[in-house]
């Protein structure tokens, strides 16, 4: 997301760096669809972006019948083939600036949103939830149960789609630094790992919903997670440092959905 860059990229084990594609605007969250094009939330004008494997941008969407998306930000594919997005709910130009986030955060206005989004046409078809204050990370759960996070008030929302979302977990909040649940991914226990942005950890919580011992990172504001192919392989974005950091864990990925996309 740095101004410097705002870029898709891949990393090889050596650490080295390739730059995939620059669709625009604040790119944040990613998906995988089962052609391998990369999703992209946050590209110009803050839309969403399908980039082909070789990063050429295949479809924008700017919005729905309601308005433009405000910021797009995490990705999930459902079991039902659809792409399901959250939007913070403020655009990324009022609410920070290189990575330096707007003193008022804990009390400004925000209307942040999850959208079910049809892949293969590109329209969105409903809003799932409204009003949010700063939707954030998105995933599902082993029995096909949508869970997303709104960062503000610290607090993980599950939601069966047709019906209305219900609190799922607490998390760590403050009001007085940005600091909540951000990027989330399910492992195959049915534990939920979620990065809690300005805490220095990774909030570890169980099928009930209660919190389990964390998982410490080495910086301050880990972003987003996800499971390596080998088990016990947790990958962390890290915003302090610039980094990706690797923790070993008791667990395996969830397998995510990767529905191919009728033409």
Same mark, same amino acid.
């Given at each position: 997301?740095?101004?410097? %860059? ?20 604040? !790119? ?14 946050? #590209?110009? %004008? @803050? ?12 479809? *924008?969407?700017?919005?729905? /019948? ?33 990575? *330096? ?13 999850? $959208? ?17 204050? $700063?939707? @954030?990370?998105?995933?599902?759960? !082993? $029995? ?18 047709? %019906? /209305? ?15 909540? !649940? ?16 300005? *805490? ?5 919580? #169980?099928?009930?919903?209660? +919190? ?6 080495? #910086?301050?504001?880990?972003? =987003?997670?996800?499971?390596?192919? @080998? ?22 990925? +969830?397998?995510? =959905? ?6």
């Amino acid at each position: 997301m740095g101004d410097d %860059r705002t870029c898709v990229s891949a990393f090889g084990w050596s650490g080295v760096r390739r730059e995939i594609s620059r669709p625009g605007g604040r !790119p944040t969250g990613l998906a995988v669809d089962g052609d391998n094009c990369l999703w992209v939330a946050g #590209g110009e %004008r @803050n839309s969403l972006v399908k980039l082909s494997p070789k990063g050429e941008v295949l479809l *924008a969407i700017y919005g729905d /019948e309601q308005g433009p998306f405000l910021f797009p930000n995490d990705l999930a594919f459902g079991p039902d083939g659809l792409l399901y997005m959250t939007d913070s709910g403020m655009t990324p130009d009022e609410f920070i600036e290189g990575f *330096a986030i707007r003193p008022d955060f804990a009390t400004v206005s925000y209307d942040g949103r999850v $959208f079910q989004i049809d892949p293969s046409t590109g329209r969105v078809l409903r809003r799932l939830a409204s009003g949010l204050l $700063f939707t @954030n990370g998105i995933a599902f759960d !082993p $029995f096909g149960v949508l869970h997303y996070a709104e960062t503000i008030t610290g607090t993980i929302f599950r939601q069966e789609i047709g %019906r /209305e979302p219900e609190v799922f977990a607490r998390t760590q909040r403050s009001t007085d630094r940005f600091q909540g !649940p951000d990027g989330m991914a399910f492992g195959v226990s049915g534990n939920l790992y979620c990065a809690i942005y300005g *805490a220095g950890h990774v909030a570890v919580i #169980g099928p009930d919903g209660h +919190l389990l011992r964390p998982l410490e990172t080495n #910086g301050d504001r880990p972003t =987003n997670v996800t499971f390596g192919r @080998n088990p016990g392989e947790l990958y962390v974005t890290e915003v302090e440092h610039g980094c990706i950091e690797s923790i070993s864990v008791e667990d395996s990925g +969830l397998a995510l =959905n990767v529905p191919a996309i009728p033409p």
